[in-house]
């Protein structure tokens, strides 16, 4: 399913959160609003090391990241491997790998990095390599 966030499409699978795409998108508007910082979901995790990445990503807090090599380290993996993880993140936005950040820039974002940066802002997060 589209959602719509901060003025931007984004794709995710609702087929592993649930709930019905309304209430989805409810909590998405929620989020949106400042209501909420995190969603309540049960999430079908990808099987192996993506869902690890995802699970890592989720017990990241609103307003805070990690750098890619930091969740590599803890999962004892490369930090390419992390990325390549976040790309394959189903449900963008509510597991929020928009949250995993480069050391010293921001870097991909299947949402695009317009969206990641809103985000980040969104949640008071700071931003690498930004004043």
Same mark, same amino acid.
């Given at each position: 399913?589209?959602?719509?966030? !901060?003025?931007? #499409?984004? +794709? *995710? ?12 998108? #409810? =909590? @998405?508007? #929620?989020? #949106? ?7 309540? !979901? ?8 993506? +869902? ?6 989720? =017990? ?10 930091? *969740? ?9 491997? /992390? +990325?390549?993880?976040? +790309?394959?993140? %189903?449900? %963008?936005?509510?597991?929020?790998? &928009?949250?995993? @950040? ?19 802002? &969104?949640?008071?997060? /700071?931003? %690498?390599?930004? %004043?």
């Amino acid at each position: 399913m589209q959602i719509r966030v !901060f003025d931007r #499409e984004c +794709g *995710i699978d609702d087929s592993r959160i649930d709930a019905d795409a309304e209430v989805i998108r #409810e =909590r @998405v508007r #929620e989020y #949106e609003a400042g209501e909420r910082t995190t969603f309540d !979901f049960e999430i079908d995790y990808l099987d192996g090391f993506t +869902g690890d990445v995802m699970r890592a990503m989720e =017990r990241i807090p609103s307003g805070e990241t990690r750098t890619y090599g930091e *969740i590599a380290a803890d999962l004892e993996t490369a930090p390419i491997a /992390v +990325g390549q993880a976040c +790309g394959r993140n %189903p449900v %963008p936005v509510v597991v929020p790998c &928009h949250r995993i @950040v480069g050391a010293d820039s921001l870097t991909g974002y299947a949402g695009g990095l317009d969206l990641k940066r809103r985000l980040l802002e &969104h949640e008071g997060a /700071v931003i %690498p390599g930004e %004043p």
